[in-house]
């Protein structure tokens, strides 16, 4: 999960996800090198955080939205 430290749907995003037990690496876009651009890449050359990759699939989550999130990451949650 791509994010930001200032970036309030990525902390729900986090929280979302720590509740259901599902791991993730998060990569803070603003700190690793080339992070930002793959985000921007993935996007239409926008910074939406939190931007996922889950499954072979890249996609954003901002403004956060649980039914998204629980849609595309059907096969993680418990």
């Known amino acids: 999960m791509y994010t930001t430290t200032w970036c309030p749907d ?7 996800l ?5 791991a ?5 876009i603003e700190t690793t090198p080339g992070a ?4 921007m890449a993935a996007n239409q050359g926008k ?3 939190p931007t996922f990759v889950a499954g072979g699939e890249t996609f954003h989550c ?4 649980q039914k998204l999130l629980e849609g595309k990451l059907a096969r993680w949650l418990k």
């Open 62 to 65: 901002s403004p956060f939205n």
């Open 24 to 28: 993730y690496d998060e990569v803070n």
């Open 47 to 49: 910074r939406k955080v």
């Open 18 to 22: 720590d509740r259901r037990g599902i």
């Open 10 to 16: 990525c902390r729900m995003a986090k929280l979302f």
């Open 36 to 39: 930002a651009q793959l985000v």
